[in-house]
């Protein structure tokens, strides 16, 4: 069955980065592009852009230029979120979700920012 | 960028009710409109697609209908598992969320 499995928790200092992953199974990796969102404490979901898994050309939503990247390790069906000089407004889940229509999403993954 | 307003923000609801959530854009999107359920400490799950497709496994219980800019859930017979926040997602114009209703138990 299709899964996509993200990986754990992490608590960061404001400047560090991080580096989240999301390993799907169940399907062919590069026939689907992979998108990812964002959900502050409390809040509603927010999409961060998607990244296209056969040519691994990425694309931002504008709140999302700058700090944020995408990208694959296509040979480990993995797609990855990379977040550079943290912030405490990036205290968040971050979810990974299959096209078309996310009809496939991880479990999520808290980042939790703080001095 | 295309808005979607949700309305309303939350609402309440008895068992077997049948209640109508509202999402409008900003811009047409035609019928490039998604509905999401999402369950505290749960991914969000993909209810309807295309505006008024139900997604595989999706009780017949849910029907999306809108094109342009309106757009409407109906959830009817409401049984307490559907006590959720729910969020309409267009792919119109890249890609936004509206900021949810949430669905409570009157």
């Known amino acids: 069955q299709i899964q996509l499995v993200q990986s754990g928790p992490e608590l960061k200092k404001p400047g560090e980065s991080v580096k989240i992953s999301c390993k799907a199974s169940?399907?062919?990796?590069?026939?689907?592009?992979m998108h990812w969102v964002k959900q502050a404490p409390g809040k509603g979901l927010k999409w961060m852009g998607w990244?296209?898994?056969?040519?691994?050309?990425?694309t931002y939503a504008d709140d999302f230029k700058g700090r944020f990247v995408f990208s694959l390790e296509a040979s480990a069906s993995t797609a990855n979120l990379q977040i550079s000089n943290l912030k405490n407004e990036d205290t968040a889940t971050y979810f990974c979700?299959?096209?078309?229509?996310?009809?496939?999403w991880g479990q999520g993954v808290m980042v939790t920012v703080s001095s | 960028e295309t808005v979607m307003t949700q309305s309303p923000t939350s609402m309440s609801t008895s068992i077997g009710e049948r209640v109508t959530l509202n999402c409008k854009a900003s811009?047409?999107?035609?019928?490039?409109v998604d509905w999401y359920q999402q369950t505290p400490g749960q991914s969000p799950k993909l209810l309807i697609y295309?505006?008024?497709n139900r997604h595989t496994g999706v009780p017949d219980r849910f029907t999306g209908s809108g094109f342009g800019r309106d757009f409407t859930l109906t959830i009817s017979n409401v049984e307490a598992e559907d006590l959720a926040v729910y969020y309409c997602?267009?792919?119109?114009?890249?890609?936004?969320f509206g900021a949810g209703t949430k669905l409570e138990l009157k």
């Open positions: 979700a299959r096209h078309p229509q996310l009809g496939y």
């Open positions: 169940g399907y062919t990796f590069t026939d689907y592009a």
């Open positions: 990244i296209n898994t056969y040519t691994g050309k990425p």
């Open positions: 811009q047409s999107v035609g019928i490039n």
């Open positions: 295309g505006a008024s």
């Open positions: 997602l267009q792919y119109g114009s890249i890609y936004t």
